[in-house]
């Protein structure tokens, strides 16, 4: 019974702090466009066996992902528990693992369990297991962790299923996500440098090369991907944007009061920033404390953090510059590797043991209130975008996320309210559409026909602009257009791609555009001052 306590705390201790995230459904971050509309998931023996391997919806190859999220959809048609109780129990053996990785490694029972505790209550771990479409990092982290211990338990008794077994899950981890692709190269580096025996280097080799032959492959494909699709700005690229990044990371690992799921930075800062100093400090203590302790056993715990940060680490160019969910598998394993080292390094000194012991239980304690308060904040759009909003208020993107998840809620009245709030200290003409979308949900149908005409009737007019009026108008075919001029343009705009290609409207809005007559005008268009339409004034406050 002994041996199992402190796993049954460890469990019991998780389970109070990740429990808000149980009762949370999807949200307006990921979850719609990766989950809810993702057709692997929905319908997997309908995709064709090469978007089942690629998964290019995704931005990188994960069908291993993929195919377990598949699996949490149909328990309950599509509910969101199935995500979330999942994501949880990974967490929860992701934790039992560091516990079994640093007692492997040499530490005692006590400074397992500590560890273990850190990791699993740190507020750092929250936006992983409390969010659906974070279920692809915690699987990738208990494949890579399982790798490190079948690779341990073959240290131990040398019988090739177990390192068979590590080869499997490393390429399992490299497929649910690619943060994982140098995670060979960590335990190769550990090997070069702690390993004396030669036989066992020379076969541990071969495995780096074999998942190496599979992992790189992968993230090249899901680099070019991402590229494709998500190009960063060349103008917010640079050799100072990884120490930037780390020292944001140290920050948020070691004052975790206010985590965000999307942070407002200057990427450009470079020195003008003081956390790129704290990264660069970091950065060159670590490189120090790793020399030092090379020959330890607790140095793989090291070797595998920069192993699995490096991918993240801005060293190649990230269209998400930072996201604390890209810390969740570097922080597990220095936990696992810290853990033998202090213990050893401790073993002699009963009374800084007890001191630091005590710490340990205060960051335990607090980190649990962290986590838990952290957790309620994934439970709607609302919770998770008004304190963003609230924190950098002149940032125009958090309010376009606090408007999205509104509508992603249901709660179209309000996310109307949001993007009026947007166009008060600005006029982005791209966000009409939206805004028009919210109206229309809303009820006022008069309000947003009018905004939907601005913005095709605006300065800067795009095709999708004449889409959005266009469907509004054949939705409500019994509504005579209120603004002749943007209707006759917005229907001729659909009735020519129609004819090009049919649109991917349902078939009776189709119907209603080919036998609905021509929009009579009288004359040019008319000059379309912007803010024309009445809701502006209404919904703006005077002078806006």
């Not at 407002?264 to 400090?281: H, K, N, Q, S």
């Not at 009026?469 to 209120?482: C, D, I, Q, T, Y």
Request: hydrophobic share 55%; glycine share 8%; with cysteine.
């Amino acid at each position: 019974m002994r041996r199992w306590l402190p796993l049954l705390l460890l469990a019991i201790a998780i389970g109070a702090a990740f429990s808000p995230s149980l009762r949370h459904g999807f949200v307006d971050w990921d979850d719609n466009a990766f989950l809810l509309g993702n057709p692997l998931i929905r319908a997997p023996l309908s995709a064709s066996l090469a978007h089942w391997l690629l998964t290019p919806q995704m931005g990188y190859p994960i069908p291993v992902a993929i195919g377990l999220e598949s699996l949490l959809w149909h328990v309950d048609n599509g509910a969101a528990w199935p995500f979330h109780l999942a994501s949880l129990v990974l967490h929860m053996a992701n934790a039992g693992l560091v516990l079994a990785l640093a007692r492997r490694l040499g530490a005692s029972t006590a400074f397992a369990a500590l560890a273990a505790l850190l990791f699993g209550l740190h507020p750092l771990t929250a936006e992983p297991v409390a969010w659906a479409t974070g279920f692809k990092d915690v699987s990738m982290a208990t494949a890579a962790l399982g790798a490190t211990w079948a690779f341990l338990r073959w240290r131990q008794s040398p019988r090739a299923g177990w390192l068979w077994l590590a080869g499997g899950l490393a390429v399992a981890s490299v497929l649910c996500k690619p943060g994982t692709v140098l995670w060979a190269g960590g335990l190769l580096a550990w090997l070069e440098t702690a390993e004396t025996d030669a036989a066992v280097r020379g076969r541990v080799r071969g495995l780096v090369i074999a998942i190496l032959a599979c992992a790189i492959p992968i993230a090249l494909i899901g680099q070019a991907e991402n590229v494709q699709t998500q190009a960063p700005d060349p103008a917010m690229t640079g050799v100072l944007q990884a120490p930037l990044a780390l020292g944001h990371q140290i920050c948020h690992a070691l004052w975790p009061v206010s985590l965000q799921p999307r942070y407002f930075l200057d990427r450009a800062a470079g020195f003008r920033d003081p956390l790129t100093w704290l990264g660069l400090a970091a950065l060159a203590g670590f490189l120090a404390l790793l020399w030092r302790v090379r020959r330890l056993p607790g140095a793989l715990g090291l070797w595998l953090a920069a192993a699995t940060y490096l991918p993240v680490s801005n060293l190649l160019p990230f269209h998400r510059f930072l996201a604390d969910s890209y810390a969740y598998l570097p922080l597990a394993c220095l936990a696992f590797g810290l853990a033998p080292l202090l213990s050893a390094r401790l073993a002699a000194r009963p009374r800084v043991r007890r001191v630091l012991g005590g710490v340990a239980v205060v960051a335990i304690l607090a980190s649990g209130s962290l986590t838990f308060g952290q957790c309620q904040r994934w439970a709607n759009g609302d919770a998770l975008w008004q304190p963003v909003v609230a924190r950098w208020p002149a940032w125009p993107e958090a309010r376009v996320l606090l408007a999205q998840g509104r509508d992603f809620d249901g709660r179209h009245a309000q996310a109307a309210a949001a993007w009026a709030e947007l166009f008060r200290a600005d006029y982005p003409q791209q966000y009409l559409s939206a805004l028009a979308a919210s109206l229309a949900q809303a009820g006022a149908l008069e309000d947003a026909e009018c905004v939907f005409a601005e913005d095709v009737q605006g300065a800067h007019p795009t095709p999708m602009a004449n889409g959005n009026l266009a469907a509004f108008l054949v939705s409500h075919p019994g509504r005579a257009p209120a603004y002749p001029e943007a209707a006759a343009r917005a229907l001729a705009w659909a009735r020519a791609q129609d004819r090009r290609q049919p649109l991917a409207w349902p078939e009776p809005w189709r119907q209603t555009l080919r036998a609905r007559p021509d929009v009579p005008v009288a004359g040019p268009p008319a000059p379309w001052p912007q803010r024309r339409c009445p809701v502006f004034q209404r919904l703006l406050p005077p002078g806006q």
